[in-house]
T-cell receptor, first 115, second 117 residues
C-alpha cells in the first residue's frame, strides 16, 4: 500500500543553519505531496504542496520539489529560526476524482532550533 | 486560523463510556476527514465523508462511527472507550468545486484531546 517515510528526529540545529528533512514515498497512483507543520499544542498547518512531478512547493522560506524518479519530497530551508521549532510531517494523497482523498502521513520529524 | 472548528477542545472520560466529537468544516467544503494522532500509531486516517456520504474508511474501530449532516458538520462517536483510545482527534476539510477550491488540500482543525481514565 501507499506509504511515506521520513528521516527520524529529533533534529537539532543552530539558528541560521541549513535544514533538510528527507521524505520518500511509495504510491501506486499519482499522488499529491504535502508538508504539514505542527507547533506545540496546536493542530496541523499546511506548509506547502506539490501536485505533479517536478513541481516545487514553497512557503515561508521552505521549499520541496516533487521528484518522481527518486520518489522523494525533501523539505529544505536555507536559514532556520527559533520560531521554526516544530514537528514536520510529510504526507501524500491520491484524490478520488473531485472528492478528495485521505492523507497518508510519515511519522513526523521534530525540529529544535537553538539560538 | 484554518476555518475548521472542533469541539470540545479537551475531553476526559472513563473507560466504557461514549463520547461525541464535533467538527465544522470550512465554509463550502464538502469533504470532511477524521484522523487520530497517538504516540505509538502516529497520524492515522479514520474516515472520510463527502457531502453527507461515507467515501473512504481507514483504520477505524467498529466501536467508532461517524456521520456528516446536511449542514456539512460532522460528528465522530466513540463508544465502549478503552485506555488505548486516548489520543488527539483531528478533523480536516477540503475544497469544493463551488468555491473553486482544490480537492486535495486538507485544512485541519485544532483537535480534540481525549483522555480515557
Amino acid at each position: 500500500g501507499d506509504s511515506v517515510t521520513q528521516m527520524e528526529g529529533p533534529v537539532t540545529l543552530s539558528e541560521e543553519a541549513f535544514l533538510t528533512i528527507n521524505c520518500t514515498y511509495t504510491a501506486t497512483g499519482y499522488p499529491s505531496l504535502f508538508w504539514y507543520v505542527q507547533y506545540p499544542g496546536e493542530g496541523l498547518q499546511l506548509l506547502l504542496k506539490a501536485t505533479k512531478a517536478d513541481d516545487k512547493g514553497s512557503n515561508k522560506g521552505f521549499e520541496a520539489t516533487y521528484r518522481k524518479e527518486t520518489t522523494s519530497f525533501h523539505l529544505e530551508k536555507g536559514s532556520v529560526q527559533v520560531s521554526d521549532s516544530a514537528v514536520y510531517f510529510c504526507a501524500l494523497s491520491v484524490a478520488f476524482y473531485n472528492q478528495g482523498g485521505k492523507l497518508i502521513f510519515g511519522q513526523g520529524t521534530e525540529l529544535s532550533v537553538k539560538p | 486560523d484554518s476555518g475548521v472548528t472542533q469541539t470540545p477542545k479537551h475531553l476526559i472520560t472513563a473507560t466504557g463510556q461514549r463520547v461525541t466529537l464535533r467538527c465544522s468544516p470550512r465554509s463550502g467544503d464538502l469533504s470532511v476527514y477524521w484522523y487520530q494522532q497517538s504516540l505509538d500509531q502516529g497520524l492515522q486516517f479514520l474516515i472520510q465523508y463527502y457531502n453527507g456520504e461515507e467515501r473512504a474508511k481507514g483504520n477505524i474501530l467498529e466501536r467508532f462511527s461517524a456521520q456528516q449532516f446536511p449542514d456539512l458538520h460532522s460528528e465522530l462517536n466513540l463508544s465502549s472507550l478503552e485506555l488505548g483510545d486516548s489520543a488527539l482527534y483531528f478533523c480536516a476539510s477540503s475544497g469544493s468545486s463551488a468555491r473553486g477550491g482544490t480537492f486535495y488540500e486538507q485544512y485541519f482543525g485544532p483537535g480534540t484531546r481525549l483522555t480515557v481514565t
